[in-house]
């Protein structure tokens, strides 16, 4: 595999549910970041991993938990959320944190539903 | 007042017709770095291309141009003789300190661009 890859691309789950979204990331990469797209909405920064250490949390609910074991991966952990939390969510990488001039590279998405 | 303003929601045009894409940043740092990414339908955003502050140089690279003006604080995007496959959505952003320690990236609220047979 090559790029980044997330799983599941699609996820429908009840608001009293508990699911996983995974990243991987084939670079070589030291950052790893999470996104939220919705509709009509710029994508907004979640989290932020620079060497699996939590650089930036930008004030998301708790009920998103993320995780990042190594370097390559990157996990959302997502319980008790609400319909307005439906959305694309997007995982990028790129050669780490530090500098602005690296480019990312994304995932192609998970597409979550909360029903 | 939003960073990275791209003012065009949707653009439709017939393929080989050329488009431009417009994008206006704010910051008020000196060193500061421009992209435009493409997301087509599959959903993965795709880099297209960088700029830092200090290169003002215009680019070309195939049918794609783009036009960085630090006087009009704009990074526009062009695509010449459009074709199908140019359809997706285009998004601008900056990467800025903005006072704070670590770079952030900031993109606009997208263009769907819509090329027609």
């Known amino acids: 595999e090559t790029g980044v890859t997330q799983t599941p691309r699609h996820l429908v789950m009840g608001m009293t549910n508990k699911k996983s979204l995974k990243c991987e990331q084939h670079l070589g990469h030291n950052a790893m970041y999470w996104y939220k797209q919705s509709a009509k909405k710029p994508l907004e920064l979640m989290f932020v991993?620079?060497?699996?250490?939590?650089?930036e949390n930008n004030s998301v609910p708790s009920r998103f938990s993320p995780e990042c074991p190594n370097s390559s991966h990157l996990f959302l952990h997502l319980h008790t959320l609400q319909p307005e939390d439906s959305a694309l969510y997007l995982c990028?990488?790129?050669?780490?944190?530090?500098?602005?001039?690296?480019?990312?590279?994304f995932g192609p998405g998970t597409r979550l539903t909360v029903t | 007042a939003q960073k990275v303003t791209q003012a065009q929601t949707e653009i439709s045009v017939v393929e080989k017709e050329d488009v431009t894409l417009d994008c206006v940043y704010e910051?008020?740092?000196?060193?500061?770095?421009l992209f435009w990414y493409k997301q087509p339908p599959s959903g993965e955003l795709v880099f297209l291309i960088r700029r830092n502050s200090f290169d003002e140089q215009n680019e070309i690279s195939g049918r794609y141009s783009w036009n960085f003006q630090k006087s009009t604080s704009s990074f526009n995007f062009t695509i010449t003789a459009s074709q199908v496959v140019d359809s997706a959505v285009y998004f601008c952003a900056l990467s800025e300190l903005g006072g704070g320690s670590n770079y952030k990236l900031t993109f606009g609220k997208g263009t769907l661009l819509t090329v027609n047979p």
């Open positions: 910051t008020r740092d000196t060193t500061y770095y």
């Open positions: 991993y620079n060497f699996k250490e939590q650089t």
């Open positions: 990028a990488s790129s050669p780490q944190r530090t500098s602005g001039s690296y480019e990312q590279y």
